[in-house]
């Protein structure tokens, strides 16, 4: 990965920079990016009551260009910077006049690399069409919306609230900073994206971050202590995802919630009865491909209208009904359902072809019941609470699907007692509208729930013992997920606050933890 780095030039000092290692050479390796010899620059670098058309700026070692038509650019935009190389000096020039007392900006914006290493930097040359350069600037932090931690490689650009010509940009850096130099009064729109494409201009898809106001007036310079915070924008409403599981389970994920869906299956409604939702935008889908070859799949809905093709195969359309349990491990906490997931939609289940034996005496447990849906089925035991471990046999044939039956399945089944658990009593009195609170272990959330506005505490039991962290969603809208936000409304992401300090819960015990923001304590 080439590392960005850079040299801006000020109006007598002229900062080197060092750029990450390439790659392995015969000889010693350059790790420096080519860097200008500030006192040969010509015209220096900072100038005034700037006439020419052309500027030399010597490198002290060769170089090369790298997509100049595309990384060689003047800001404001009044002309067009053509290049040549010669030597070790790099020329710019240009046919256009400059507008009068204007400070002008041309950016090296990852142009220039070593020959072979392939060493890169960001080179700012400054001047003044007037008597005087513009002087403010205007610094700040770019953060990820969702983890808060600073963003990298990521472009600032200034723009003219006007014009919404750019007047300025720049990167950040590892610790998210960017500082925009050179500037004057006056009115701007302040963006900051990840510009995947180099076209210094944001793109529906990249990520962005923005001020809730569109309007930044620059009178003074100014360091803004409160970050930009960037995300991804929302994908165009589209069925995202779709997987066939044979021989007849479909899986529909979509970039919108589905509500007040329509689905089809070439051309033939889909009774409701044959689809559940997994979550507010997926389905689980069943459907008898039978002889068919290819299927067009239709979801039509309130906030998505999108088709999705499949193609089977012969071995698809002769794939075994397969059972398993959800939790594989066949450890069981007091709290877990025994619950078993077939690849096919279930029309009934033959309990004498069902055995359950308890492990400690070999006796028949025959006191159970069974409760289906769709490719699911759950077993409940009335003395559940006396029993410890079981052996569970499924003989061939005792699930019959729409495609057939299913084979033979031994498994097990060991009943934790409940003291082999913890509980933590979570203390939510400080956030008074609706939220959503994560608790996570390694990193990962293991629960998410939606709350109300004023729960004022929550008791989570059956946890494993370990150590475990919070996030809270500040849930504005009250919908039950993080949401993204909107440049074209100025909508921010919703607030997250994470507790990194973890909390330890021991077995058989209950842990009082309260979540009150640091910088609201």
Not at 231 to 248: D, H, K, N, Y
Not at 254 to 273: C, F, Q, Y
């Amino acid at each position: 990965m080439v590392g960005y780095r850079y040299l801006i030039f000020a109006l007598i000092l002229l900062l080197s920079a060092c750029a990450q290692i390439g790659t392995i050479s015969g000889g010693p390796q350059d790790t420096h990016a080519p860097k200008p010899i500030a006192k040969k620059i010509d015209p220096p670098n900072g100038s005034t009551r700037f006439m020419v058309k052309q500027v030399e700026i010597p490198f002290d070692e060769f170089f090369r260009l790298n997509n100049p038509n595309i990384n060689i650019r003047i800001v404001p935009s009044h002309t067009t910077i053509q290049s040549r190389v010669k030597g070790k000096s790099l020329f710019l020039s240009w046919e256009d006049d400059l507008e009068p007392n204007t400070t002008y900006a041309i950016y090296l914006n990852n142009a220039v690399k070593d020959i072979t290493e392939s060493n890169d930097s960001i080179i700012q040359y400054v001047f003044s069409t007037g008597d005087k350069l513009d002087t403010l600037s205007y610094s700040l932090y770019v953060t990820d919306a969702w983890s808060a931690k600073p963003v990298s490689s990521c472009l600032v650009g200034l723009f003219d609230q006007e014009t919404d010509e750019l007047r300025s940009f720049t990167e950040t850096d590892k610790s998210g900073f960017a500082k925009l130099n050179y500037l004057k009064e006056g009115n701007y729109r302040l963006v900051a994206f990840m510009d995947e494409n180099g076209d210094l201009e944001q793109q529906d898809h990249e990520a962005i971050a923005f001020q809730a106001t569109d309007q930044l007036e620059i009178t003074t310079s100014v360091a803004d202590s409160f970050p930009l915070r960037l995300f991804t924008p929302r994908l165009e409403p589209a069925i995202r995802t779709s997987v066939f599981i044979p021989p007849g389970y479909f899986l529909i994920g979509a970039t919108r919630p589905i509500e007040d869906e329509m689905l089809s299956i070439n051309g033939d409604k889909i009774d409701s009865a044959h689809y559940v939702r997994l979550a507010e935008d997926s389905l689980q889908v069943f459907f008898d491909v039978g002889e068919l070859s290819s299927v067009e799949f239709v979801l039509n809905s309130k906030n998505v209208q999108d088709t999705a093709s499949f193609r089977f195969s012969a071995s698809d359309r002769e794939s075994s009904i397969t059972l398993r349990p959800f939790i594989g491990s066949g450890f069981t906490s007091p709290w877990d359902s025994v619950s078993y997931f077939c690849n096919d939609f279930i029309k009934a289940i033959d309990t004498s072809l069902i055995e359950i034996v308890n492990s400690e005496d070999s006796s028949f447990i025959r006191n159970y019941s069974i409760d289906n849906s769709y490719n699911s089925f759950t077993l409940s035991f009335e003395n559940r609470k006396e029993l410890k471990s079981l052996k569970v046999l499924f003989k061939k044939g005792a699930i019959t699907t729409t495609n057939g039956s299913s084979k033979l399945l031994n498994t097990s089944l060991t009943f934790q007692s409940e003291k082999k658990y913890g509980s933590l009593n979570v203390q939510l009195g400080f956030y008074k509208d609706p939220i959503i609170l994560m608790l996570n272990r390694n990193g990962k959330a293991v629960q998410t729930l939606p709350l109300q506005a004023g729960t004022e505490s929550i008791n989570l039991e059956g946890l494993t013992p370990g150590d475990y962290s919070f996030s809270v969603v500040r849930d504005a809208n009250n919908n039950g997920r993080w949401d993204v936000g909107d440049y074209e409304t100025l909508t921010q992401p919703e607030l997250v606050d994470h507790y990194s300090s973890s909390t330890t819960v021991r077995a058989n015990w209950e842990v009082d933890v309260s979540l009150i923001p640091i910088n609201e304590e």
